[in-house]
């Protein structure tokens, strides 16, 4: 029983390196400028929900042995985003708070409240 454990740890950890170095390989995101106005940031969120919704989908069809679904659409939404060439996809996805970030039901209202600059 220990050495079953011991071969789950270690195949664990050394599935999670590509991850670990495919994340430290991604550009900033700090130095890409969101829009501001409304139509794209529509344009954006609409975006962000279909990866966002696409991966609701696939963790809800997969068989498993625990209520891992939160988990399972944070790893599929990141991967999603940061498998696309969209630099703006990928800033906004840094953007958002986690409890918007893989939310399907988030409004307009929250978008404009997170993405707007705020008046000075």
Do not use: W
């Amino acid at each position: 029983m220990k050495m079953n454990f011991a071969v789950l740890c270690l195949a664990l950890g050394l599935a999670s390196v590509p991850l670990a170095a495919t994340y430290a390989a991604e550009p900033a995101t700090d130095n890409v400028i969101l829009p501001t106005d409304e139509a794209s940031l529509s344009k954006l969120n609409d975006a962000h929900l279909k990866v966002v919704r696409a991966a609701m989908r696939e963790c809800n069809a997969t068989p498993r042995l625990t209520n891992d679904t939160p988990g399972c659409v944070v790893l599929s939404v990141e991967r999603d985003v940061s498998q696309s060439n969209d630099p703006q996809l990928k800033a906004f996805n840094d953007k958002l708070p986690t409890d918007l970030r893989y939310n399907e039901n988030r409004t307009p209202v929250d978008i404009d409240r997170v993405m707007r600059p705020s008046p000075q």
